[in-house]
């Protein structure tokens, strides 16, 4: 069974960085697409970041150029760097795995139990 654990969050003021990390186990995690979405209160829960097994990423809009996504296959771990955090990059971001579909739009299967990240003065 796979297991996704998730951590590295906590309080950070504007402008500021947290990297998440998130650990597998239970599976061959080189062969699966890895994300991290997040949800918001009040708000739908939505993709951040993905990364293939080939290591092709792609990012929300709202994070390009601030959040970086990537993987250590070695230590069956993804990490997701971000910076210059924003107030609106408040929510509890999960960590997931999965495939992609023949359109190749993430799929994501499992999920982390998530982890609280806050950004505020």
């Known amino acids: 069974q796979v297991q996704l654990v998730e951590s590295g969050g906590g309080l950070v003021q504007p402008g500021g960085s947290l990297r998440l990390s998130c650990a597998a186990s239970?599976?061959?995690?080189?062969?699966?697409?890895m994300g991290w979405h997040r949800q918001a209160p009040g708000k739908q829960r939505e993709l951040v970041a993905a990364i293939t097994s080939g290591g092709s990423t792609n990012y929300a809009d709202s994070v390009k150029g601030r959040f970086t996504i990537s993987r250590d296959n070695a230590k069956d771990t993804v990490y997701l760097q971000m910076n210059s955090l924003k107030p609106e990059d408040t929510a509890v971001y999960y960590c997931?795995?999965?495939?992609?579909?023949?359109?190749?739009?993430?799929?994501?299967?499992?999920w982390g139990q998530g982890t609280q990240v806050t950004v505020s003065s």
């Open positions: 239970g599976t061959i995690f080189s062969i699966y697409t």
């Open positions: 997931n795995a999965g495939g992609t579909d023949s359109s190749r739009k993430y799929r994501p299967t499992v």
